[in-house]
């Protein structure tokens, strides 16, 4: 006859209960939108009656979210800085992927420009987030100039006219002198 197997320890028993809840303190209110009658309910209860609907979005809370996401890059752009800096001007594979970073986030950022803005847009947000969206652009494209500076810093960017050598044509000279023996 095989042997049953052992019951769980009773401390893996407990583990798979509740605890209990704590008794609400009355001298902490309840935080704005909350209160206790509507958390103690059941689901099906709570999503069956109509008297607790969420309150209307605020277009001010919603444009100061707005600015805070167009001034997310601007927040990223002191250490690229930094990393580029002490990543130094030679190619290498470190220097190579700060530099490619530097080019691939403000892109991105821009192609999803008005992806990043459509939580924010209402009707009363409409004309408001226009200059958030300048905004937001202008950032991204101050990244996109730290990426050029590095580039630059590198000497991958043809800015001296050594650096056009290949289409310069040879001057045909007035004179010419033949020395003698």
Known sequence: MAALPPLPPSWALDLSTQPPRPAKSSSIPDPPG???ASSSKSKS???STTSAKPNPRDPQMLVKKAYEVALAPAKQLPMTFIMMYMSGS???IFTIMTVFMAFKNPLVG???TFSAFERFETEETR???VLVRAL???MQLV???????KVNQMGLLPTTRS????WETARTPLERAIPAF
């Open 143 to 149: 990244g996109l100039g730290l990426g050029v500076w």
């Open 45 to 47: 209860t709570q999503s």
């Open 136 to 138: 937001y652009v202008l």
């Open 127 to 129: 004309g408001k987030l």
């Open 163 to 166: 650096d056009w050598l290949a």
């Open 34 to 36: 909350f209160s206790a």
């Open 90 to 92: 030679t190619l290498q």
């Open 110 to 112: 821009l192609l999803s």
